[in-house]
């Protein structure tokens, strides 16, 4: 299976994309600068472009069978960049008649019978005052994956440490509470697995431990 990976270039992106690779996936990192080569394997196919150009994220998107997509937020990025690069790759997807599509954001996004820690209400609250954007954009990209009709999964975490021990295990809950940090290696790992979990399709699980 190839897989295509938006935000490849992230140092999520970079964990996800390694790992895919070490599991025998066939993959295509879409990356915003070229300068991000020297963190992959040399037989990893690369296609440098801009998430928020419909073009760019189509012809990526139609050489593959499965989508994850870690972008972020760098400098000077779109206030609605998740949102709007979303709503690129979903309508990509949809075109070229790939269904499996994994998406990674932060707890900030709700759902009902969420059961998040006090520690998770507090980070997040203090978030919303700070970059209230930042929550917006988590909550609107998710909503444009709900309504794709995709076979999606969403993942959230509630702080990206930068641990870089390898990983056993972890546990995914369908509400938290979310473990504390949670390290970029360990959300590869869970990103890589499901996607041929049909358990999560449709779901958006909290990495809980």
Known sequence: MKICIFGADGRTGVEVVNYAKKQG?????????????????????????????????????K?????????GHIKGSDPLMQTKGMKNIVKAMQESGVKRLLSLTGTGARVENDNPSCIDK?????????????????????????????????VRVLKLSKKDTEVDGYKLTSGGPAELQTSRKKVAKVLIDLIDDKNFIGKLPVISG
């Open 122 to 154: 507090v980070l997040n609250f203090f978030v919303k005052m700070i970059d209230p954007e930042r929550i917006k954009d988590g909550v609107e990209h998710v909503k444009v994956i709900r309504n794709s009709g995709l076979d999606w999964t969403v």
């Open 63 to 71: 050489k593959c069978e499965a989508v994850i997509s870690v972008i």
């Open 25 to 61: 996936f066939e993959v295509l990192a879409f990356v915003y600068s070229e300068s991000s080569n020297k963190y992959f394997p040399k037989d990893i196919e690369i296609k440098r472009g801009d998430v928020m150009d419909y073009n760019s994220v189509f012809e990526a998107v």
